[in-house]
């Protein structure tokens, strides 16, 4: 469509209309300029396409299979925070020890 005339009104094609437009290209025996031209097309928006679809994530997981997910240990998921509830009043006695880890503990008093 390069050579299109006055009041020649141009087709767009969406992205999966251009997979399939490169797909047919791929089957062709034909040069750029041949195709565009059998095709109806601008050969700049086909030479434009293919680059931007060949850059695509999409087209790299269409033509490659997702790998398996590995199995591995699940880790339970980990709490932010922990409600104890009401501890008592201003003046109830708490003893409360929190073991962190790695010998590591936290006891807190009041009484």
């Known amino acids: ?3 299109s005339k006055p009041g020649q009104t141009r087709r767009r094609l969406n992205e999966q209309a251009w997979r399939a437009v490169l797909g047919r290209f791929d089957g062709a025996a034909m040069t ?3 195709f565009c031209v059998r095709e109806g097309l ?3 928006s086909f ?3 293919r680059a931007r679809l060949r850059s695509s994530p999409r087209q790299i997981a269409a033509l490659e299979p ?3 997910p590995k199995p591995g240990p699940v880790d339970p998921p980990k709490p ?3 409600d104890l509830g009401l501890l008592g009043g201003a ?3 708490l003893d409360l020890r929190i073991e962190l880890g790695g010998g590591i503990s936290l006891h807190l008093v009041r009484r």
């Open 66 to 68: 997702a790998p398996a």
């Open 80 to 82: 932010s925070f922990v």
């Open 1 to 3: 469509m390069e050579d």
């Open 47 to 49: 030479i434009r396409w």
């Open 91 to 93: 003046s109830a006695a």
């Open 32 to 34: 750029v300029q041949e």
């Open 42 to 44: 601008t050969r700049s």
